[in-house]
């Protein structure tokens, strides 16, 4: 093996994972095409902190003017008293997290920044070949998976040839069954109320402006339930996910419109600063059951290969799924980069990939089911005994920040980029 082969990869799915993979790709001499399901491209209209393990990534694929002009750089997260709002410990990001881990921690619109994984995959003047991306077009399978050559199936009677395959299509891939990895899912009994929180009325009221002083994300902790808000795109809103225990209506649906009054109701007797930010919400919101698979290390087949949340789906407690897709599309890039320049055969390649990838990610999917225990604690001597760890500043659970936050390592590492 020596000679510049070209690729053909097709991949499933156009959300973050997908699209930032095809971005990755391209700049590593791969020829992409992405079918995305959706009749249009976009994100769902919320917030996302995307850790420095994957902004690196992102500064690197040369989309540092899009984030620099769309994301907050994030100062600190904060871990607060569910009921007065006392500070239990403070993560200090900031210029810190830049000099530790080489880049920011960011806040961002979603639809910001699928749309700058969108522009870098597909803008005429970029490296490479420009991604193509089919829309309205939903996989239903994969064929001759075990083969150099497999077809990818949609629901419209089309096949898409290619030398790779793969499944960024979420928690409910259906390329997943091409590589035989498990398909069950657990239902965790919690459920997230998402919503957007325009300024203005935040910024009317004396009781909630503060929200909008410091880009910061506030974790409000108590029993069965938390509470995350920060500030989006240029402060124009504030994001929240409200954690609770699932209803029977949502847990049925998957995800509802419910009007906000419930979820306001879940918080009586909160700490007011929280109280009064949730008041100003609109009155309709959505609500999410949150589901995750347990760990597996099969993420490939042949010339299949899975990433994101049809690998590693999790609970949003580390808040970092996307951040851990983001790192699956810069490692089977490189790996494939390989297979480019005739130093390895793919499947060798997708093999690489998932050992360099699948065991990281079943520690964050492993530490955010523990934090769903230590952020959900009833008042009493564990909580105590969590909230004295807090305030010493002891690290937060089994995973540490500092490990997630340097990301998988990556072969230009020495070249880092500073954002
Ligand atoms: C409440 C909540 C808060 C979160 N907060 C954060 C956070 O702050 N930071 C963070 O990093 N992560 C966060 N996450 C997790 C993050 O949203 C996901 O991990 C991430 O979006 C996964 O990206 P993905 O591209 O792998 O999958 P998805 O986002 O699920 O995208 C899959 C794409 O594939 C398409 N698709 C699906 N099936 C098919 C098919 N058969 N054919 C073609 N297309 C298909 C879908 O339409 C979609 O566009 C949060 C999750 C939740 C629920």
Redesign the pocket.
């Known amino acids: 093996m020596s000679e510049q082969t070209n690729i053909d990869v097709v991949v499933?799915?156009?959300?973050?994972?997908?699209l930032a993979t095809a971005a990755a790709l391209r700049l590593h001499g791969c020829r992409v095409t992405v079918?995305?399901?959706?009749p249009r491209l976009g994100e769902i209209g919320?917030?996302?902190?995307?850790?420095p393990n994957?902004s690196r990534i992102l500064y690197r694929l040369g989309m540092g003017e899009g984030l620099d002009a769309a994301a907050l750089v994030v100062e600190e997260s904060v871990r607060r008293r569910w009921s007065t709002g006392e500070i239990l410990t403070k993560t200090t990001l900031g210029t810190q997290a830049r000099h530790k881990f080489g880049a920011p921690y960011l806040h961002l619109h979603r639809a910001d920044l699928h749309q700058i994984l969108l522009e870098g995959a597909t803008r005429a003047d970029g490296p490479g070949e420009p991604v193509t991306v089919e829309i309205a077009?939903?996989?239903?399978g994969v064929d001759d998976a075990g083969t150099a050559r497999p077809t990818v199936r949609t629901e419209d009677g089309r096949v898409f040839p290619a030398d790779v395959v793969i499944g960024?299509?979420?928690?409910?891939?259906?390329v997943r069954g091409a590589v035989d990895a498990p398909s069950a899912i657990v239902q965790s009994g919690d459920m997230?109320y998402?919503t957007l929180i325009p300024a203005e009325p935040v910024l009317q009221d004396p009781a909630t402006r503060w929200i909008f002083d410091w880009p910061a994300a506030n974790f409000w902790l108590g029993h069965q339930r938390h509470v995350v808000m920060y500030p989006v795109r240029d402060m124009s809103f504030v994001n929240v996910?409200a954690v609770v225990p699932v209803t029977e209506h949502v847990r049925a649906e998957d995800r509802a419109l419910v009007p906000a009054e419930e979820m306001r109701r879940q918080y009586d007797g909160w700490d007011p600063r929280l109280t009064r930010l949730l008041a100003c919400s609109e009155e309709q919101v959505m609500a999410?059951a949150?589901n995750y698979q347990d760990p597996f290390s099969r993420w490939s087949s042949g010339h299949v290969a899975l990433?994101?949340?049809?690998c590693h789906?999790?609970l949003?407690y580390f808040?970092?799924?996307?951040?851990?897709?983001i790192e699956d599309g810069a490692v089977v890039a490189e790996e494939l980069a390989k297979a480019v320049r005739g130093e390895q055969f793919i499947d060798e390649a997708l093999l690489h990939y998932s050992d360099r990838r699948a065991e990281r990610a079943a520690v964050v999917q492993q530490g955010a089911v523990g934090n769903r225990q230590l952020f959900h604690l009833p008042d009493g001597p564990d909580q105590r005994d969590r909230d004295r760890r807090f305030r010493e500043n002891h690290k937060e659970s089994n995973v540490s920040f500092d490990w997630i936050y340097s990301g998988t390592p990556l072969e230009d590492d020495a070249s880092l980029l500073t954002a």
């Open positions: 499933a799915g156009g959300g973050i994972g997908g079918l995305e399901q959706a919320a917030g996302l902190q995307i850790g994957a077009t939903r996989v239903v960024a299509d979420g928690i409910n891939s259906a997230a998402r996910v999410w949150l990433l994101g949340d049809a789906s999790m949003p808040s970092q799924g996307a951040s851990q897709a």
